[in-house]
Nanobody, 120 residues
Framework: VQLQASGGGLVQPGGSLRLSCAASGFTLDYYAIGWFRQAPGKEREGVSCISSSDGYYADSVKGRFTISRDNAKNTVYLQVNRLKPEDTAVYYC????????????????WGKGTQVTVSS
């Protein structure tokens, strides 16, 4: 089981990125996939999640971030728009623990993160 996050970079405030989480070793459609982020000196926080039955967005990103999945490519995307400096963090994707489970069942496999830096 592997997850690989990519697509981060340096963007100006108000800019956009599309983050990708490529999964291998399992069928992505069967699991919840979450996006998390951790900024320097801060705890990791859940940003968004998608499963076959539920999903969520953190209040701080609602209306700006959109999660989607392409089962044919075994990839989950996070479109991040109207970026703010406070969105600067390492973004990680993770897999839910339960086959057919929800976003609230916990995560077991984590990918290496991708850095998003929002600065002028």
């Amino acid at each position: 089981v592997q997850l690989q996050a990519s697509g981060g970079g340096l963007v100006q405030p108000g800019g956009s990125l599309r983050l990708s989480c490529a999964a291998s070793g399992f069928t992505l459609d069967y699991y919840a996939i979450g996006w998390f982020r951790q900024a320097p000196g801060k705890e990791r926080e859940g940003v968004s999640c998608i499963s076959s039955s539920d999903g969520y967005y953190a209040d701080s990103v609602k209306g700006r971030f959109t999660i989607s999945r392409d089962n044919a490519k075994n990839t989950v995307y996070l479109q991040v728009n109207r970026l703010k400096p406070e969105d600067t963090a390492v973004y990680y994707c993770a897999r839910g623990t339960v086959v057919g489970g929800t976003c609230y069942d916990g995560m077991d496999y984590w990918g290496k993160g991708t850095q998003v830096t929002v600065s002028s």
